[in-house]
T-cell receptor
Framework: GENVEQHPSTLSVQEGDSAVIKCTYSDSASNYFPWYKQELGKRPQLIIDIRSNVGEKKDQRIAVTLNKTAKHFSLHITETQPEDSAVYFCAASSNGGSQGNLIFGKGTKLSVKP | DGGITQSPKYLFRKEGQNVTLSCEQNLNHDAMYWYRQDPGQGLRLIYYSQIVNDFQKGDIAEGYSVSREKKESFPLTVTSAQKNPTAFYLC???????????FGPGTRLTVL
């Protein structure tokens, strides 16, 4: 089945710097890759997603890149702000018996220092 | 934050007791999911349902049970067979597979 590895587990940056979180997946048939942000004590919320027919997607300060050949995808946050501090989860769709279910990485705790 | 709700927010139970967590959605989503979240472990799938009256085991189904009698509701029962039930439980729903999952606010279960 699908396996998703996420790195780093913790990331600390200064306000205004960029942050990059990377994930790798094992199933070459996976075709949907969302990123969720979870603030302390709150529910995960989708911040951006990408499908396998595109290589990059941007939404203001957030971008995601996908390399299907290498089976990895990354989240890029530019001009970080203190409110970006949260745990970020990547996920990849499973294409085995549980068609389309998401397999999540273990999360990256991002701290943005003012 | 409406659309998918979970209750209660906090739940305390004695060891050996079964407990049922509620999940309701008014988004008209066909698919619903239950995840368990432990520190440093990400989100692990317990059960999922793609249609009413049908559900499938996820990666960590042992000690849990579900039902899907209505499209809007997907309750999770944590049974006494679950060896380590203390955790944060998240319910989610989506328009079928390969689409955004919307999460509920979660239930924090503590077994004493």
């Amino acid at each position: 089945g699908e396996n998703v590895e996420q790195h780093p587990s913790t990331l600390s940056v200064q306000e205004g710097d960029s942050a990059v979180i990377k994930c790798t997946y094992s199933d070459s048939a996976s075709n949907y890759f969302p990123w969720y942000k979870q603030e302390l004590g709150k529910r995960p919320q989708l911040i951006i997603d990408i499908r396998s027919n595109v290589g990059e997607k941007k939404d203001q300060r957030i971008a995601v890149t996908l390399n299907k050949t290498a089976k990895h995808f990354s989240l890029h946050i530019t001009e970080t702000q203190p409110e970006d501090s949260a745990v970020y989860f990547c996920a990849a769709s499973s294409n085995g018996g549980s068609q389309g279910n998401l397999i999540f990485g273990k999360g990256t705790k991002l701290s943005v220092k003012p | 934050d409406g659309g998918i709700t979970q209750s209660p927010k906090y739940l305390f139970r004695k060891e050996g007791q079964n407990v049922t967590l509620s999940c309701e959605q008014n988004l008209n989503h066909d698919a619903m999911y239950w995840y368990r979240q432990d520190p440093g472990q990400g989100l692990r799938l317990i059960y999922y349902s793609q249609i009413v009256n049908d559900f499938q085991k996820g990666d960590i189904a042992e000690g849990y049970s579900v039902s899907r009698e209505k499209k809007e509701s997907f309750p999770l029962t944590v049974t006494s067979a679950q060896k380590n039930p203390t955790a944060f439980y998240l319910c989610a729903s989506s328009y079928g597979n390969y689409n955004e999952q919307f999460f509920g606010p979660g239930t924090r279960l503590t077994v004493l």
